[in-house]
Structures are given as C-alpha cells and as structure tokens.
C-alpha cells in the first residue's frame, strides 16, 4: 500500500501510532502503546529503555518483519508503507546472533550479500577485507560454535555492516563486547554513518554509548512502551573519548538516567500485581 | 569410530546371528524346510547364482527408480507445502489420505493399471520411501528457528531464498534420516511387489520358490536382497554422517 | 474331541466349502474331532505347515507339488486328492487365429508358475511345441492383460478365473481344456504329516471320513454350501462362490469321483504325470508315487460318505 | 486464516477431487475399470457395511496393538542406543539386517512361530514400526544441544535427569515425526499378516477383492484404509501440535 | 582423583598452570594457556578481557563442564579435583540463557532445583516468590520465546540463585540488562553473597561493574588467555553508587582500562596474520 509522497519530509522513517499486543486473555501482554518516532535522512538516533519495554518489538515492526496492531502509520522515505514493503530495504541486526550454525564465519558474514545476488567469491573478498578489523582474522574457517560470544556477535556485525542500506535498525549490537573492542566497534560504525550517510537506530542498554554515538536519545517508558522523553546531545563530533567527562554530557546523562530510573522501578513495583 | 569398528561391529554382530542360527537348529532340531543351515543356503546360493543376479538386478533397478521419483517428488512435495501455505492447508488431508493406505493396498490397482512389468513396482516402491521422506522432510523444513526466517527476511530474501538458504540445510539431518530409512524400504517394497505379480525380480524368484516348496532358494534369495540392502545401507549412512559436517 | 487343524491352500471361499460344510454340519464332532479351519494366503505354503507340524492336514496342490516336497524329503504323504482332472485351461480370443495349442507356437502365453505351468508344458509336448518356441511369462492377479490383449493365451483356473471372465461379459474367446488332450494333472491334494500317520492313525482316518462327507453334502447342496462358506469369511460375492463350487464339483466328480468316490487317487494318472516330470528333468527319477500317496485311509472311508 | 476457512477450504478439496474422480470414471471407466466411480464405490460400501465394519475393527486392533509394541520397543532401543553407544554399534547393525528382510516371504515362519492368531499380525506391524522410531529417537536424542547439556550437568544432574528433563523433550519432534511414519507402517504390517491365513480383516478382504477383479470392492477397502490409517495419523498429528510444539533454535 | 586436603588454603577454588587448545592443525586455537587463578572464600572475585580471550572456556573448566589440557590443576575446598567432580557442586550461569523452549518460565527457574530433587510445588512457591523481585512478575506461565532478550537473561539469574552453592561462577550474568535493572540485579547479587557468604567468580565487560563488585578485578590476556593483572579493590563495602566518582575508584579503573586496550589492541593487531 505505497501513498502518495510527502515532500515537506525529510524524514528516512516516521512511525505514527504503532502498537503492538502480544496474546490474549490472561497472557495478553500490550508490549507497545501508541509509538510516535522519526528518524531524519542521515540521523543517528539511540534508543533506550527498560528491559521488556518493547524496543526490540519496536524494531522488528519498523523492519517489515512483525505487523504493529491496526491504527498506526509507518512512513518511510516519505511515503506511506505497509510493513512488509520494508523488507529487504532496512539493514536490520537482531538482538540474537542467529548465525547459521552449518555456515562457516566467513560464509555467515556473506548471508546477506548472497541473498542480494552477489557471486560468492567476490562477497566472500569483501568480508574478508574486514575479519582483520573485526578482530576475526584466522577465524574465517571456524563454525559459530567454535566462536566466542563476543566472536558470534562481531560476525553478526560484519554480516549487518554488508548489507548496506540507508537506514540501519542495531539491536544492542555491542552487548556481548568488551569496553575496548566496544570502542573500536563504535569508532567505525560513526565512520560508516558519516562517510555514506545512512541513518540509524539504535538500540543499547548503556547511557554513555547513547549519549556518545546519537543526534538524539529516546527514552522508552515501561511496558508498554511509549516514548517517554526524546533528548537531542549537541556535543559536536567528532566526539573525543573524554567528551565523557565533559559537563553537557554529564548533564544529559543525568537527565536521562533520571527518566530512565523512574521507568524501570515501574517494571518492579508494577511487579505486585 | 573408525573406519575398521564401523565394518567389525556389524560383522561381529553378523557372526552372533550366524552362531544363534546354527545352534538353534542343533539345539532345537529344526528341521531344515524351516530354517536350512547356513552352509546349504550359501551353497544354494552359489548355485544359483546367475539366476538370483538376475533378479537382483531388476529388483534394485525397480527400487532405486521407485526410491529416487518418490525422494524427489516428497521433496518437491515438502517444499512446496512450506512455499505455500494454503495449499499445505488445502492438500494435507488428501496427502494424508493418501498416504495412509498401506502401500500392499495399491498394489491390485497397480499392477492391474500398471501392468505386471516394472512400472507397477516402480510406483509403488515411489508411494511407499516417498512417504518417509516426505513426513521427516516436513518435520524438518517446518522445525526451523522463525527468528532465523525473519532475519533472511529482513535482508529482502523471498521464500524460495529462505527455504534454499535456511530451511533445506537445516532440514538436511532430518531429510537424510528419512532417505536412509526409505531405501531399505524401497527394497523390500520393491520384493513385495513382485510376489503379488511380476515377470521378474527376487521377490518373483521367492514367491515362485515358495509355490514348488523350493525353500532353499527362498532363503537364497532373501540372503541376497538382505546383504545387497545392508550394503547400500551402508553407503547411505556413510553419505549421512558426511551431511552433518558442522556438527 | 480331539484337536487338529487343517491349512487351506488359499483365503476362504467355495473351493474349500467341504471343510466348513464338515465343521457346521458336525461331521467331524461326530468322528470325535474339533477341526480348525486355516485359511492360506500369498506366501504361505500348506506343505511347509504341514511338514513342520503347524498344521496336520492341508489341501495342497497339485500333485506335482507333493512329489517335489517328497523330492526334498518333507515328511508329508497324501491321503486323498480332490480333483480328479486338471483344474487348468487356456482361452485365446478366437481373432487371434489360434485354433489349438500348436498355435501358441511364437505367441506369449501366461501361466500360473505354481505348478500349473507344468501342465502347459505337458500339453505343449503333446504338439511338439519345445519351451523355447514360444514365449512363457507369469501370469498373477488379473486377467486384464489378457483382455486388453497384451498376453495371447492366458490360463484360467475352471472354477475361478473362466467364472471370472464369463461374469465380466468377455465374449468370443476359446477355451483349451488340458484334459482334452490328454493331460490330466490331478490336483487339490489332501496331505497329513507322516508323523500323524505313525501315532495317531485314528485322527487320519476320522478327518479323513469327516472332510469327505463334508464335501459329498457340499457338492449335493451348492447353496447351503456356500452359505456356510460366506459365513466363515463375509464379503465374498456369492454369485462367484456358487460358479466356483457348481465347477469344483465337477472336477471332483470326474473319472474315478464317480465310480469310486470323491477324493479317489487315480495312481494310473498319477503315474503318468510323475513319468511326464522325469521326462522333462523337473523330478528326480527316485520319488515314486508310492511314496508319496498313502491310499489305506482314503479306501477305509465309508463308500456312503464318498460316493456321489 | 479461521479455523472455519481452513476446514471449508479441505473439505471443498476433498469435495472437489471426488467430483473430478467421479467425473473422469464416468466418462473413460466402464463397469471393469481400474478406477469406478466414487458413486460405485460407494453403493458397494452400503452393500458391504457390515463386513467393512468387522474388517476395520479386526484391522484396527491388530494396527494399534503392533504399534504400541513397536513404538515402545523402538523408543526403548534408540534410548538405550543413545546411552550406551557400545550397545548401539553392536545392535543398530542387526536391527538394519532385520529390516532387509522381507517378512511377508516368511508366511510359513510366522504361522509356525506366532500361530493364527491376532498374535502374528501384531508382531509383524511390531516388526514394521519399530526401527523407524529407533532410528529417530536415537537421532533426535544425539542431536541435543550440547551447551544445555553442560548446563544441565553443571545442576549434577545425572544421565537420568539429563535424558527426562532436557534429551528427550528435545528429541520429541523427531520421535513424533517417526511415530506418524510407524501408525502407517504398522497399518501396512496388519493388512499383510492378515495375509497369513485369516478370516477376518481388512488385509483378507482386499486379497479376496483383488483375485475377484472386483474393483469397486477393491476401492472401498482402499478406502477404508484409508480412512483408518489417515485417522491413525489425524490421532497422532494432533497430539503432536498439542504437547510437540517447540522446533529447534539456534 | 581426590587428593589430601590443604589446611594452610582457605580457598574455594584454586587454579594452577591451566590450559586449553582447540582443534588441530590449521585451525588450532591456545584459548588459555597457564592460567593460574584462586577465589578465596566468601571471596568476591570480577573477570574481566578482552572478546574471544578464553573467559568462557575458563569457566566451563572451573564448573567441571570441560577438560583442561594435561598437566594443570584444579582444587576446590583444598582438595585436587579432576574437573568432573565438579559437577553440581558449582552455580554456574553461562553466558547464553539457555533456556528450555517447552518449558514456562517458572518451569526454566526451578531447574536446578527439580534436578536436585526437590518437589515441583515448594521449587514453585520458591521461584514464584523472586519474580517480582526480578520485574518478571505476571510472566511465569509465559514460554522462553514469549520474552524480551533482558527478561530471558533475569529468568536465567533466578534459575542460577535457585542453585545454592558456595562458589558462583557467573558470565556476563547482567550482559543484557539496562543500566538500572542492572543496577537491582547487582544490588541483589551482593546481598545474597553477603548473607550466605558465597564465592563468587564474575565476568564482565564493564570495567565499572568489576571494580563495583569486586574483591578483586583480574585481567586476562588477548588469548592465548593468560592472567595479566590482578588487582585489590580496597573500597569500603557497602559502596554507594557514588563511589564510582570517587578517586579511588577512577584510579583503579584507569589502570584496568590501560591494560584491558593493550590487550585488546592485540586481537586487532595480531589480526593480520
Ligand atoms: N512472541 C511474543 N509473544 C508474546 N509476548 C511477546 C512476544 N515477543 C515479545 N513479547 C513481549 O513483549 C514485551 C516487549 O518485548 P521486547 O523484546 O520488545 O522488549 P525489549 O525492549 O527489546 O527488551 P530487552 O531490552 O530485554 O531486549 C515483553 O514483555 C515480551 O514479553
Ligand atoms: N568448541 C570450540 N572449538 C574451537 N574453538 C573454540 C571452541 N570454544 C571456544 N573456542 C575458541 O576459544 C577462544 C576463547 O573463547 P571463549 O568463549 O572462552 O572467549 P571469551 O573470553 O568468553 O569471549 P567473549 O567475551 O567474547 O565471550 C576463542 O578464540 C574461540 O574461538
Ligand atoms: C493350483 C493353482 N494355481 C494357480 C491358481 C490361481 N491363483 C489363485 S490365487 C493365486 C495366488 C497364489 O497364491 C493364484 C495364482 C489357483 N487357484 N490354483
Ligand atoms: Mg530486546
Ligand atoms: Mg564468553
């Protein structure tokens, strides 16, 4: 169902309304209420929130692979899409690996690359350019279950950075990642964002990396999630280590962290019930 | 497990029927119209031998066509239910159905439609592994991870990516398991088939035997079709084992 | 009353009604026996049963079959045989411009391999037709090879298969009696295990007065008969049961059947299928019909239990 | 899709391949034919009710009785397959001989071993179900996720409490799948020991229809299996969407 | 092999000259190599390394899940132990949640405790009663796919406290969580170490997280994964979220940080091999 095309927007992707109820009767369960969220053409925006607050449910509504309940809009490059229409046009990493467990590294890196059609032996060279930086090199050969947690995830990374799109849809991509191969991680996720201009969500459970990689930091209330507060960090970048340390950083991190303790005592003393 | 336990097992186990059965017959005095001894059956069979090849060879001809349309149309089939949907919806009950009448219902349908020739056979031994391999195909196909789907999913694969890409691999264990299965199967589907009515193969070899109280070529035959089944057994087995490399 | 049973040569229908007729009517009660009645099927062999002591009786083949059982040494002996002519014939549609069984020279004739195709050759030999002049497949099941003409001569069973084609209205065909040249395979053998013989003579001899009562009330009364069949073994089609009985009883009435009595060994054919098996090398010269027909229990049958 | 638009949607399939069967006969099959009519099956079925009925019955418990044995005998040995691997390459080789073997060529052996009775057609419907069962209950049971297993052990569970609580739910969508095989197998095993010298049964009836060339008959034992196997198998499935739910995940 | 006791050791768990290699010719892999380690009793005790260094394969030696290669030595209670007399005697989480998908959730908590023996009803009432505790109030009867990544991680936390044993061995128990849920959970942990005087072994990415927790924070190696520091953190307990502002605290963490980016520089370096 595309629509017509609304220029006044420069938006890559406007969700209007979504919400999304799991099961029914005893077990019903609405883990989004009325989502309103955009994401500007070139924008990073972080997305945090309370575990169980619907943020992964969020994702998976705005890459095409679950439908929101009926009511709400998604809109994306400024026209009006159904969800499935997404499918193939958002660079989408799940918050599990799910790597292919007969696959080896190099051949789960390609995954997508080969679903678009690329011959095998050039997506294969394109991966292995990036093992090295990935901190994967010699493991091109390995079966994920041969790979530590931290491996599994950065071959997921590799497999999500080669299917390039305009909007990038990260699920904590660094959770299972050290501080330091975290830091280099980020490092050159802002490098691709900035030299080809994609826009992404993004998805973390700390604070720091929201503030330190977004344009914007939105805070989602407790189930059902709702946007609760959307914070724009005005720090410039390039964004040195110790912009950490600095008073605007602190001072948004505490507005955060205040809006987002209020939210997840909500998930213990909702507990009672 | 090497190479030399996966032959010395089943042979060691070979030798244990081989004692059982020459001690039963000392012991319990089985006369040998009801279990001849060893050495007559091989002398039996060394006799007629040209004869029994013969009818090997029809039979495993028979077997294999049958074994090799049914695999692949219970593949298709499989594929095509998870492809789509409705269709599984619409056409399962009829598959089951049609499954459910034991392949010996057929076989008058058969050979009357079909004739007493190979093609009766091949249909039947094709109805008979095609159900094995289409009930582990389906169970494999179906049992995938739909986290996993949707990620294919996600990066714009259609259906057709996702069953060649995700379900078929990991279907694979599930899949060779019903075709190791199904070949035994085939051979002896293919046996029965010809006792009810053929112009040749082992099984007509034994029913005729059995007819004119032949008995020693009865088992001289079935020892053929067994030995010539266990070894193709183990080739499909060895072929298994090589599916499931990641694990 | 005494248990034993007796093995069928095929599923129950009318070409056994003697034995359930016997068991319903309280002919072998009456001699002190409780019989059970064991039907056969694809794959089951009665002188195998018989032999290894499952069974104590058994109606059999053809006497071709006893004598190749004797030729392996099965301890089993004949004590009566039902027909007293060969049950076999072959039908040829009359367009195929086959006149007589010299004609089936270069023609593909299929026969039953269970001890039928004997006679065929047999009758062959009578015209001097060898068994590589013409093409000799097997034949199962159906006659619808022969009907949709893949097959030039087919045989039929009198009591089964001709019934089979008359009912379904096949129309210009010729039938080629066995007998009628000569060749005459006695078949249906009634066989007990010499075992039995040896201990228990009385149980032959009362199974045997039993069963040929039976049979003698079952050729007299064809639809009570075949009643009492359908009632063991429900689902059969009658109409086709009657056929098979009104012709069994022919075939067992025949010859000796009606001078001397049902389940009379006729040892003179006997002897000449025995000869005709030597002479093509399918029996060992040694087995002697002596051996394998044991006539003392049928000759002790009460002639009004017998005797048409 | 509802649950109601899924039926209608079979049942007009089912509805639809009969009219087409019924059609096709009508117009090339004569009274002889291989395939009669839907309607000439059915009349026979009227005709023949109470014999059908006592053949199914016959049939069915000789099908359900085989297949519990097989089931349970097939879900013994793949366990104790999969716990002693040792009995595995000593046995699984033996299980696969006996399953070369065509038993119906061993009529004879089967009478003088197991009788006339129900007993004989249960063992060989026994004998056709159990090695599939096997054969996925060790498969499924090898094939569990090994870093639950290290879990579980890091608990102290014993090979015990592994096996009831962690490898045998993971291998019930396998065991499941072989158990839909096996009630046909064991369906098949009945009707062919009925083969053996019988009276009653669905197995007897269709060698009577089928040396008759009575075709309709034919058919509406076909059916008939049909009916029962699909049933059999309707039992199963259900089951197996109820309790069997869970595939695998990565 | 149980060896004599050594009186003069006070601690629960003792390491010596452990290693570990993986696979074989081309595709070998020293994940650990001479890792000597000790948690002393009640001993509270944060692991920290950089992604693929060997963390995980140290503790499935520890818990008695895997085999070291020959020639270390593993002591518990003071006395030599070959790894598989471990089994049961240590709590153990591993990295993934590992949940059984036909189980519900409280079914997944009282594992450990229906293996050890106790009755489903009392395992129930027990699990029941830390549900709200762990925000997963009103979700026992869901299934693991049901949940969120975060709820999946705090069912596996209830299913490892359940399992009360002296020596916690615990990886990335908090990987998932947002920073205040992380925040209860911590406070949780050290309670119930406190209380029963537990072990505890505890990896983590988050350097403040070790230094928060720890008796003392050591540093693996880039593997092959060796022990390259190990450092006493002598802030006064209870510590005050605050304290991670405090001098000493920022002290030890940039000496962690400096060692943990030495060695994690190397996984990239090496990288060219
Ligand atoms: N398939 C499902 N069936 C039922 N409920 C579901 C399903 N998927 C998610 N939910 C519920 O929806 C809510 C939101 O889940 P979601 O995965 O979106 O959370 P999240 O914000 O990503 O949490 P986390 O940070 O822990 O990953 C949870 O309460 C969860 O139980
Ligand atoms: N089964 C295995 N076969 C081969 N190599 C393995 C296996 N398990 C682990 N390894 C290797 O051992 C190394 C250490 O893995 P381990 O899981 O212990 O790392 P880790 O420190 O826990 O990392 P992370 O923080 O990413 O979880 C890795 O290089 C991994 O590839
Ligand atoms: C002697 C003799 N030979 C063949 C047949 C015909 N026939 C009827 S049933 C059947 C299957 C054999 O088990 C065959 C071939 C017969 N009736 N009697
Ligand atoms: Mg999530
Ligand atoms: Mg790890």
């Known amino acids: 169902m595309q629509g017509m095309t609304d220029p006044a927007s420069d938006a890559i992707i406007e969700l209007a309304g979504i919400s999304r109820t799991f099961g029914g009767g005893a077990d019903r369960v609405v883990a989004i209420d009325g989502v309103d969220l955009r994401v500007g053409r070139g924008e990073f925006v972080t997305l945090v929130g309370p575990s169980g607050c619907g943020k992964s449910t969020l994702f998976n509504i705005a890459a095409g692979l679950a439908d929101a309940d009926p009511g709400g809009e998604i809109r994306f490059g400024g026209q009006r899409h159904a969800g499935r229409d997404l499918l193939g046009r958002v660079s989408f990493m799940p918050q599990r690996d799910l790597l292919l467990p007969w696959r080896r590294v190099i051949d789960n890196a390609i995954l997508a690359l080969e679903v678009e059609g690329m011959r095998r032996a050039e997506a294969r060279a394109k991966a292995l350019a990036m093992m090295p930086e990935f901190g994967l090199a010699g493991f091109e050969r390995h079966y994920p279950h041969q790979l530590s947690g931290g491996m599994r995830q950065r071959v997921a990374l590799i497999r999500t950075f080669l299917f390039e799109r305009d909007l990038m849809l990260l699920d904590e991509p660094f959770g299972a990642l050290d501080a330091l191969t975290r830091t280099m991680m980020q490092r050159w996720l802002l490098d691709v964002w900035q030299r080809h201009r994609r826009s992404i969500l993004f998805i973390t459970h700390d604070v720091d990396e929201a503030i330190f990689l977004g344009d914007r930091v939105v805070v989602m209330t407790a189930r059902p999630g709702r946007i609760k507060m959307d914070v724009a960090v005005d720090l410039p970048r390039p964004r040195p280590a110790h912009v950490a340390t600095s008073a605007d950083f602190l001072r948004i991190k505490s507005t955060l962290l205040d809006a987002i303790e209020e939210e997840s005592m909500k998930s213990f003393t909702m507990a009672g019930h | 497990m090497n190479a030399l336990s996966r032959i010395a097992y089943p042979i060691a186990g070979l030798l244990v029927i081989a004692f059982v059965w020459e001690a039963s017959i000392l012991v319990f005095r089985i006369p040998t119209f009801v279990l001849p001894s060893i050495p007559s059956i091989a002398v039996a069979l060394w006799n007629d031998l040209p004869a029994l090849l013969a009818g090997l060879r029809v039979t495993l001809y028979e077997a294999g066509s049958g074994y090799v349309l049914g695999g692949v149309a219970a593949i298709v089939l499989a594929l095509v239910f998870v492809l789509m949907p409705l269709v599984e919806r619409a056409a399962m009950p009829i598959v089951v159905a049609v499954n459910s009448v034991p392949v010996v219902a057929y076989a008058p349908v058969a050979l009357v439609a079909l004739g007493m020739g190979s093609a009766s056979k091949i249909a039947m031994v094709a109805l008979a592994a095609g159900f094995a391999v289409f009930v582990n195909a389906m169970n494999g196909l179906k049992a995938v991870d739909p986290a996993a789907v949707n990620l294919l999913r996600s990066f714009g694969a259609g259906p057709l990516r996702t069953i060649w890409t995700l379900r078929l691999p990991a279907a694979l264990p599930a899949i060779a398991s019903g075709l190791r299965v199904a070949i035994v199967r085939s051979i002896i589907i293919a046996i029965v088939a010809e006792m009810l009515g053929a112009y040749a193969g082992l099984g007509q070899i034994i029913y005729l035997a059995t007819q004119q109280v032949d008995f020693l070529r009865v088992w001289a035959a079935i020892v053929l079709a067994s030995a010539a089944s266990m070894a193709i057994y183990g080739l499909f087995a060895w072929i298994d084992r090589r599916l499931v490399w990641w694990k | 009353a005494e248990a034993v049973s007796v093995r069928l040569k095929w599923v129950a229908q009318a070409q056994f009604a003697g034995f359930y007729v016997a068991k319903e009517k309280g002919f072998y009660t009456a001699e002190g026996l409780d019989v059970t009645v064991n039907p056969g099927g694809p794959n089951l062999n009665g002188e195998t049963l018989v032999a290894s002591g499952a069974d104590h009786f058994a109606l059999a083949g053809g006497i071709e079959n006893l004598l190749a059982s004797r030729a392996k040494n099965l301890p089993i002996t004949g004590i009566a045989m039902m027909l007293q002519r060969t049950p076999s014939a072959y039908v040829a549609f009359n367009d195929s411009g086959i006149k007589s069984p010299k004609d089936f020279k270069g023609k593909k004739v299929s026969t039953f391999f269970t001890g039928a195709h004997n006679t065929l050759y047999a009758v062959l030999s009578k015209f001097d037709v060898g068994a590589n002049d013409l093409s000799v497949v097997p034949q199962a099941v159906s006659m619808a090879p022969f009907i949709d003409r893949q097959i030039d001569v087919a045989t039929v069973m009198l009591f089964n298969e001709l019934n089979v084609l008359k009912a379904r209205g096949v129309k210009d065909f010729t039938v080629f009696r066995a007998e009628d040249y000569g060749v005459s395979f006695p078949s249906d053998t009634l066989i007990v295990n010499e075992k039995l013989i040896a201990e228990r003579p009385k149980t032959v001899q009362a199974f045997l007065n039993g069963s040929m009562r039976g049979w003698k009330y079952a050729a007299a009364n064809q639809e009570e008969a075949v009643d009492i069949v359908m009632k063991a073994a429900s689902g059969l089609d009658r109409n086709h049961q009657l056929g098979m009985l009104a012709e069994y009883s022919k075939l067992m009435v025949a010859d000796l059947g009606t001078s001397q009595g049902i389940g009379a060994i006729d040892t003179a054919k006997l002897e000449a299928v025995r000869q005709s098996l030597v002479d093509r090398k399918v029996l060992d010269a040694n087995v002697k019909i002596g051996s394998a027909l044991e006539p003392k229990f049928w000759n002790a049958v009460p002639v009004e239990y017998k005797k048409p | ?250």
């Open chain 4, 1 to 250: 899709m509802t649950r109601g638009g899924i039926l209608a949607l079979q049942t007009a399939t089912i509805l639809g391949c009969l009219a087409v069967w019924e059609a096709a006969a009508r117009i090339w099959g004569g009274p002889y034919s291989v395939m009669p009519a839907v309607s000439a099956v059915l009349a026979d079925m009227v005709v023949n009710h109470a014999a059908l009925a006592r053949g199914i019955l016959r049939t069915l418990t000789e099908t359900v009785l085989g297949f519990a044995a097989g089931a349970a005998f097939g879900f013994l040995a793949g366990a104790a397959f999969a716990q002693f691997r040792l009995l595995e390459r000593l046995l699984l080789p033996l299980l696969v001989v006996s399953q070369t073997v065509p038993v119906i060529a061993f009529g004879a052996l089967v009478v003088i071993w197991f009788g006339n009775g129900i007993l004989s057609k249960v063992v060989i419907a026994f004998y056709l179900t159990f090695f599939p069962v096997t054969v996925n209950t060790l498969r499924g049971l090898m094939s569990v996720d090994p870093q639950r297993v290290d879990l579980m052990r890091s608990f102290g569970a014993s090979a015990w409490t592994l096996f009831w609580r962690l490898r045998l739910p993971f291998a019930l969508p396998a065991i499941m799948a072989s158990l839909l095989l096996g009630v046909s197998l064991s369906l098949v095993g009945a009707i062919v020991g009925e083969w053996f010298g019988d009276t009653v049964g669905l197995g007897i009836m269709l060698v009577q229809a089928m040396y008759a060339e009575n075709m309709p008959r034919l058919w509406s034992i076909v059916v008939a299996c049909g009916v029962l196997g699909a049933g059999l198998y309707g039992i199963l499935a259900a089951i197996e969407r109820r309790f069997v739910w869970w595939g695998r995940e990565l």
